[in-house]
């Protein structure tokens, strides 16, 4: 029993591979369900067996390489903290400097952002960006409610930059061949715009 949970894991790993490959080369809507299991060396009655569609292919990759840092935003969002931006600066500094070790991260980022005739995909890719901006608008909030948020941004703005400028970084590194350190100049750039977002410090004078 045990050798057959191990077989049925290497086969829905080498599917998962061949997909990444394949979906990274060639575009999601290029790749046939049947190429994939002829490059992954199973039939395709296995790969029905472990996945239904693209979607869900699309799902299981995106599952496998999603940074950790992901997971805790989704916990403190739920639980709180005691300094939202602080946190969402540090998590998204930690998150570049992962993004930018890590080829498979980089491969799902191209995947995710190279298809644009699958209906399917696109509409799995708007719920989970949404997903993310509403995880992200929580802490937000949290911060306009500890009074930390700048009045000149609403949360959901705040939100919205964020998410832009997180994307926009990753494209544009990968855009320029990686002709400079996404997790430096993300780094700082970040840190000069969280201070934008943050609410100026009261100044009193002595009378």
Same mark, same amino acid.
């Given at each position: 029993?045990?050798?057959?949970?191990?077989?049925?894991?290497?086969?829905?790993?080498?599917?998962?591979?061949?997909?990444?490959?394949?979906?990274?080369?060639?575009?999601?809507?290029?790749?046939?369900?049947?190429?994939?299991?002829? !490059?992954?060396?199973?039939?395709?009655?296995?790969?029905?067996?472990?996945?239904?569609?693209?979607?869900?292919?699309?799902?299981?990759?995106?599952?496998?390489?999603?940074?950790?840092?992901?997971?805790?935003?989704?916990?403190?969002?739920?639980?709180?903290?005691?300094?939202?931006?602080?946190?969402?600066?540090?998590?998204?500094?930690?998150?570049?400097?992962?993004?930018?070790?890590?080829?498979?991260?980089?491969?799902?980022?191209?995947?995710?952002?190279?298809?644009?005739?699958?209906?399917?995909?696109?509409?799995?890719?708007?719920?989970?960006?949404?997903?993310?901006?509403?995880?992200?608008?929580?802490?937000?909030?949290?911060?306009?409610?500890?009074?930390?948020?700048?009045?000149?941004?609403?949360?959901?703005?705040?939100?919205?930059?964020?998410?832009?400028?997180?994307?926009?970084?990753?494209?544009?590194?990968?855009?320029?061949? !990686?002709?400079?350190?996404?997790?430096?100049?993300?780094?700082?750039?970040?840190? !000069?715009?969280?201070?934008?977002?943050?609410?100026?410090?009261?100044?009193?004078?002595?009378?």
């Amino acid at each position: 029993m045990r050798r057959s949970k191990e077989d049925a894991e290497q086969t829905r790993c080498a599917i998962l591979d061949a997909a990444e490959q394949m979906f990274c080369e060639q575009g999601v809507s290029n790749s046939a369900l049947e190429k994939i299991s002829r !490059k992954a060396g199973v039939t395709r009655g296995a790969l029905y067996w472990h996945f239904k569609d693209k979607i869900d292919l699309l799902r299981a990759l995106h599952s496998r390489c999603e940074p950790p840092q992901k997971l805790l935003i989704r916990k403190v969002a739920e639980e709180g903290h005691d300094d939202p931006l602080g946190f969402l600066q540090q998590t998204a500094a930690e998150v570049l400097i992962g993004f930018e070790q890590d080829e498979r991260q980089q491969r799902i980022f191209i995947i995710m952002n190279s298809y644009s005739c699958d209906p399917e995909s696109i509409a799995w890719m708007n719920e989970t960006n949404a997903e993310m901006f509403m995880t992200i608008a929580a802490l937000t909030n949290q911060a306009q409610a500890q009074g930390s948020l700048s009045p000149d941004f609403s949360p959901e703005e705040t939100a919205g930059i964020l998410m832009a400028t997180m994307n926009g970084l990753l494209s544009e590194w990968l855009r320029s061949g !990686k002709c400079f350190s996404v997790s430096d100049l993300g780094t700082r750039f970040l840190n !000069k715009q969280m201070a934008i977002f943050r609410r100026p410090a009261t100044c009193t004078q002595a009378t």
